[in-house]
């Protein structure tokens, strides 16, 4: 359970964007969460209010999308969700494999005024 | 003035207007633990400088990362000058092991925190005579999941995976293992009684991570031992070389 941790980062890097761009209030955060990030989503939300009380964020609302943890197979190059597959190609059966996305944890947007 | 909002009308008599607040959407693209990751590069700097090879350990709790640390530095301390880090939520214990040992140890208490970070890591390296070292042993905290987000600068990051924990934990919590530049299986001697299989530990391991390097272990039978204290030795000569390849 970091995410509490993680999403104190997540208002400082906002506020601190805010402040040196003339922003006065912002109305929502969107973030990108990878599969295998380690961070859980719900956690996420649960800590959002938490944290954005009394600042810039107070009353905003929070987006998360949720980034598929994708791999390359190394053999036929398809492109194949891992963990749907468990992490062997749907198509040629390969297990080896790059990572294309999945490990992602990043402030999309602002809406800001 | 609206006193409610703040807008320009001002007719008191309107208590109920609706407003047209434009918003205006940022790119911002930032990652989140961005700090973390810069002051990580910085600890990167000091080992790079120091041509120390930094090891950080992570496992589940009770996996044997510490008995495995006390009997690699019995068998290490006389060919190499070896420090560890302690994290742990609470407690000494681990760190009065390590100093039984007669290395240089430092015990950070994270207290709430579920893992280290790189700026404990940074202020724990002031402890060292940081010339003097060849070898920096981070024990993590137990956990199998939040230590794998966070960059502390290390050259590796070797998983411990013990046997009494089942085969299936790569699959379960695979973002550890992908993030790994070395698993060791260990508790190898507890094989027998539980009836498994080392091979199943390493496909699953290799199923997350195709090409990790795996090896197997027992630090209470001394079983693969020799084996791990090479993968050491040929990464500290080759940090002091500057060949190792930095991790992703």
Known sequence: MHELGIMQNIVDTVQDYARKNNVSKVVKVMLEVGQVSGVVPESLEFCFEVCTKQTMLEGALLEIERIVAVGKCKTCEEGFDLLTHSFSCPRCGGTDWEMISGRELIIKELEVI | MCETCGCGLTNPNVLLHEHEIETKRVDLEEKVLRHNDRLAERNRGIFEATQILVVNLVSSPGAGKTTLLENTIRALKGEMAIGVIEGDQQTDRDAKRIEATGVDVLQ?????????????????????????????????????????????????????????????????????????????????????????????????????????PCLSLSAKTGEGMEGWYSWLRDKVKAKKKNLNQPPK
């Open chain 2, 108 to 212: 950070i208490n994270t207290i709430d925190a579920c893992h280290l970070d790189a700026h404990m890591i940074r202020h724990a390296l002031d402890h060292f005579s940081l010339l003097e070292l060849d070898l920096l042993f981070i024990e993590n905290v137990g956990n199998l999941i939040c230590p794998g987000a966070f960059d502390l600068g290390e050259d590796f990051r070797v998983v411990v995976l013990s046997i009494p924990e089942g085969e299936d934990k790569p699959l379960k919590y695979p973002g550890v293992f992908i993030g790994s530049h070395l698993v060791l299986v260990s508790k190898v001697d507890l094989l027998r009684v539980l009836e498994l299989e080392v091979n199943q530990f390493f496909t699953n391991v290799k199923k997350v991570h195709p090409h990790v």
